[in-house]
């Protein structure tokens, strides 16, 4: 290290020259400055080392690592998978994810226009028909249908609703529907109430609840269609010759393949 340049200080008018020995930066870095300055206070503050306050950089250090692991983690976190249709939801039946799956439909028995300008539904040949005019081709495309209503699970499979529904009698199985089906089974008791005479005749009149039982199952179906929301774009056209607006059905819907959900269920249905 070079030597500290001379100082000059003014006393008494007269300028004196005091030269001081070179310090080295060992010690610099022990304090040992007294010795070499003359005792100046102000010098020797300004020489001596600094301490540092290692306990706030300490603190500040840890405070800064712990701030980009919070950020960082979400990124990387396998264990949360985003909630979705396809991934499923945390108030879905945890057993049954595993058959979930997505598929595209285009909707059937759209309403459109004949050439005559009356209306009609669409029907495609050959494709299992769940309305029209009651008969027992649609009266069986319902049983099938809901032949999942009810499902029996055990072991892991009933971990999640072990205690929170119907035990067989033999214990440790549990009963219970996945509500996919408990909306279709309304929708088929509206489709049986647009035709009283035919579903019950005088010989076979309805319970005295059935009103009940058919309002619980429009409001019921009203919630489920709010829940889910499809938020599929519904087109229109207008007819030239009469001026009426009609909607374009047949738009490609992304929906849970329900076939897969309904042969998950049939299997623990006892039915397959």
Known sequence: MSPLPAIIAADSGAITTTKYHSLS??????????AFIGGDPELTQRLAPQKRPWPWMLATFFLSVLSIALLVKPLGDTKCPPRNYATGFDTDLESVLPA??????????????????????EVVPGQVQYAGAPNAEIDKAWTDLLRGLEVVL??????????????????????????VYHSLHCVNEVRKALDMSYYHPPSHPAP???????????????QAVQCHSDLTPLTYFR???????????GAEHTCRDFGRIDEWALERSGLI
Request: with cysteine; proline share 2%; glycine share 10%.
């Open 25 to 34: 930066e060992e010690s610099l870095e022990k304090g040992e400055t007294d």
């Open 154 to 179: 055990e072991g892991d499979e009933a971990r999640t609703v072990a205690g929170k529904t119907m035990e067989e009698p033999e214990g440790g199985k549990w009963r219970l529907s996945l509500d």
């Open 100 to 121: 979930v799956g997505l598929q595209k439909l285009r909707f059937t028995g759209g309403l459109t226009l004949a050439e005559n300008k009356t209306l009609f539904r």
């Open 208 to 222: 005295y609840f059935y009103r009940i039982h058919v309002d619980h199952c429009i409001d019921y179906l009203r």
């Open 239 to 249: 007819d030239d010759d009469t001026g009426a607006t009609v909607p374009i059905f």
